[in-house]
T-cell receptor, first 113, second 111 residues
Framework: EAGVTQFPSHSVIEKGQTVTLRCDPI?????LYWYRRVMGKEIKFLLH????????ESGMPNNRFLAERTGGTYSTLKVQPAELEDSGVYFC???????????FGPGTRLTVL | RKEVEQDPGPFNVPEGATVAFNCTYS??????FFWYRQDCRKEPKLLMS???SGNEDGRFTAQLNRASQYISLLIRDSKLSDSATYLC????????????FGQGTTLQVKP
């Protein structure tokens, strides 16, 4: 069974540009999560989808971040316009049921110059 | 105060040693507990879930003390391949599966 996949693995952009990250969860997992790790800090929650609905977006930093999961399959996370402090590693995770262990993708390393 | 606190280490131990990591969490309503392992520049990987009765998986033993809001991980007979960062992770519960991470404890096992 394929694990969680993310694309791209790396992205280097300039401040003010737009970047879109993609996550494909494990097949059959209704729960999809986005997390972020900025340098020197712990991994922090961004948001949680159940199928196509946003269950919890309390961790989204501001309105420059937009997450979607149309059709309840893959998800995208768009940052527009990117700022320097958005640099970090963005992880996607999925789980079959709420409260159960989550399985992480390899992450997208975003660098904003 | 951080919601999940861990000693960042590093813990430097020889092969074959037994090493223990501890973690405390601040929210008494937390419902699910895990240890994840993260290798350098890789994603977190589930090591084990932690149950109230304590659980063991090979050389790894996890314990949960709800009264003290304390979680532990014991690694016996350390291997070189155990070198990694160990993340203590908690789910608060309710309608969200939001994972709350500790900063991680770094383990370096030396020959």
């Amino acid at each position: 069974e394929a694990g969680v996949t993310q694309f791209p693995s790396h992205s280097v952009i300039e401040k003010g540009q737009t970047v879109t990250l993609r996550c494909d969860p494990i097949s059959g997992h209704d729960n999809l999560y986005w997390y972020r790790r900025v340098m020197g800090k712990e991994i922090k929650f961004l948001l949680h989808f159940v199928k196509e609905s946003k269950q919890d977006e309390s961790g989204m930093p501001n309105n420059r971040f937009l997450a979607e999961r149309t059709g309840g399959t893959y998800s995208t996370l768009k940052v527009q316009p990117a700022e320097l402090e958005d640099s970090g590693v963005y992880f996607c995770a999925s789980s079959q049921d709420l409260g159960r262990a989550q399985y992480f993708g390899p992450g997208t390393r975003l660098t904003v110059l | 105060r951080k919601e999940v606190e861990q000693d960042p280490g590093p813990f430097n131990v020889p092969e074959g040693a037994t090493v223990a990591f501890n973690c405390t969490y601040s929210n008494s309503a937390s419902q699910s507990f895990f240890w994840y392992r993260q290798d350098c520049r890789k994603e977190p990987k589930l090591l084990m879930s932690v149950y109230s009765s304590g659980n063991e998986d090979g050389r790894f033993t996890a314990q949960l003390n709800r009264a003290s809001q304390y979680i532990s991980l014991l690694i016996r007979d350390s291997k070189l391949s155990d070198s990694a960062t160990y993340l203590c992770v908690v789910i608060k519960g309710g309608n969200t599966g939001k994972l709350i991470f500790g900063q991680g404890t770094t383990l370096q096992v030396k020959p």
